[in-house]
């Protein structure tokens, strides 16, 4: 867990109790005061990612960069696993905000009564590539027949999967798929020879003759149209902590503008990446922001469309992971990304 939380001092409790009581003797103390913040203390917000290495080195760069206490706000920040300790952080309510995750598994849980809403873009462009290390697999075509690493049926790397195949014109049902996990640990699989080819990440992408593997296709051409990544928060949070959420969302926004536009964004990122991974895999690191500034990856102003969504929600209908389309507004609530962005362009 990282955290940068504050915790008030006892002084200030008592302040602002005795402050609390005084309104409330002149008969001025409101049902919105708990609602309320004293102007001199941050916005709180309690943030869940996932464990990625890109997670964590823009995690380290956020707070390299400060932009957090810019927008003042002071976060916590859990690191899990997959995502349904995701789902299960938001939907009890530990945490009120996803910033960085692929989000095709919010949309059947809204479905099915969770009180979440998609809140802003993230990572809009595929940073994966469909590697194989078997010299007989030179195209998409050539997977018929062939295992195929990926995570659990419906989740992210096997909708990515399926969506690649779709397009090539192979029937899914040709392709033997096997649930290895992670994109690093289908990487794992596809070096070992275990599977024949398998998503991972372009930070091995200029590493390839060293792990003795080839790119068979690049997502982020292959499937424009998928939305890879995204926010997320509980209904709850959107009720209590609006704005802070928006603090968050201008942070998050501004660091991405920051990894795409400006000069000295990989020597930052670097740095961030040390500090987060370590120097040993560096090549790694240099490959993951050359990526996010050669290909602008990260959305500018945190939009989603209308048509990205119904693209989601059809792959979930034909995996049955949800039975009927949703409207847009009852899984989106973009004014939060919104406000967000006016917050980054007005502070400059």
Not at 118 to 141: F, G, M, R, W
Not at 229 to 251: F, M, P
Not at 287 to 303: G, P, V
């Amino acid at each position: 867990m990282i955290t940068d939380g504050f915790r008030m001092s006892r002084r200030n409790a008592l302040r602002l109790g005795g402050g609390a009581l005084a309104l409330a003797a002149t008969g001025r103390l409101g049902p919105a005061f708990a609602a309320t913040k004293p102007a001199d203390l941050p916005y709180t917000v309690n943030i869940v990612n996932t464990s990625s290495n890109s997670t964590l080195v823009q995690q380290a760069l956020l707070a390299q960069l400060g932009y957090l206490d810019e927008f003042n706000v002071k976060t916590t920040t859990t690191n899990v696993a997959d995502g349904t300790k995701l789902m299960g952080s938001l939907i009890s309510a530990e945490s009120d905000i996803c910033v960085l995750s692929g989000f095709s598994q919010v949309l059947p849980a809204i479905e099915k009564g969770a009180k979440l809403k998609v809140v802003a873009a993230a990572n809009q462009l595929i940073a994966q590539a469909l590697y194989s290390s078997n010299p007989d697999i030179k195209t998409v075509e050539d997977l018929k027949g062939k295992t195929v690493g990926t995570g659990a049926l419906g989740a992210l790397l096997h909708q990515m999967m399926v969506a690649l195949l779709r397009k090539h014109g192979v029937d899914p049902s040709e392709v033997q798929f096997v649930n290895i996990g992670s994109s690093a640990a289908v990487f794992k699989s596809v070096a070992a020879g275990k599977v024949d080819a398998g998503p991972a990440m372009t930070d091995v992408y200029d590493q390839q003759a060293a792990y003795g593997v080839h790119a068979v296709a690049d997502f982020w051409s292959e499937l424009p149209e998928y939305p890879y990544q995204g926010s997320y928060a509980s209904q709850t949070a959107i009720d209590e902590k609006k704005e802070g959420l928006v603090r968050v969302l201008a942070a998050y926004c501004k660091m991405y503008r920051f990894m795409m536009d400006d000069p000295n964004a990989e020597e930052a990122f670097m740095q961030a990446y040390k500090t987060a991974i370590g120097a040993s895999e560096e090549a790694q690191g240099r490959m993951m922001i050359k990526f996010t500034r050669e290909n602008k990856t990260y959305s500018r102003d945190l939009i989603l469309t209308p048509t990205q969504i119904d693209y989601m929600q059809g792959l979930n209908l034909e995996f049955g992971i949800q039975k009927a389309q949703l409207p847009f507004d009852k899984v989106v609530d973009l004014s939060m990304a919104k406000e967000a962005v006016k917050l980054v362009e007005a502070n400059g």
